[in-house]
């Protein structure tokens, strides 16, 4: 069986306020297989999370009527780790990075194509699942250590709380510490090869990551920038 057939049959909830969007979307996803719940609100969605337990949710930034997506988002990681892609009508550098902090996994701009759609869709649910791969080894890398059986983050000893994209960027880069990881490869690896050019994704992505990381985020120890080329993560020699 595929990734992509197991893909097709994942349940997907779809939180937005307007009809509009919630039936082209439906009609979208359910012509390439997928089952699909709606919620109009912050709140029936959460309710619907918790009862229908779908594994992903498409989740409109603006609601009308209580709580915004980045407020539901951030509920939502208080109990569950499903991968949710945030809806918007526009994508600035501060918008990704308040719905990164959320615990969003992606992002898809409104307008999209329903190719689009259906592409982030399948890429997001193929990170998922590629998450649950156990890995048991433990790395360490000065202050920074990983225990890749547990996802579990710990800097000068104290736990992180990763997203599950934050967590795959860093696994990808713990992976070939010491070495330049160009964009693209970094880019098709943990986001899929539909993201291949999306280097300023990556870079918000890296940002934000240095900013749980890093001492100085402005003058980074660990992840760092080769001019356009890509990124390696540097570690000291052992003491």
Known sequence: MS????????????VDDEPRVVRLVSEVLKAVGY????AT???????MLALEQPDLVLLDVLLGNGPTGYAVCRRIR??????????????????????????ADDYLTKPFSAKELVARVEAVLRRTQRAEETVTANFTCGEIEINFARHAIKVAGQPVALTRTEYALLHQLALNADRVIPHEELLTKVWGAEYRNDVDYLRAYIRYLRRKLEADPANPRYILTSPGVGYLLACPDPQ
């Open 41 to 47: 609100s912050g709140t029936s969605a959460l309710e």
């Open 35 to 38: 089952a699909v719940i709606a």
């Open 3 to 14: 990734n992509a057939a197991h893909a097709r049959r994942a349940l997907v909830l779809i």
């Open 78 to 103: 208080e109990f569950s780790d499903v991968a949710v892609i945030m809806l918007t009508a526009k994508a600035t550098e501060s918008d990704t990075l308040t719905g990164f902090e959320a615990g």
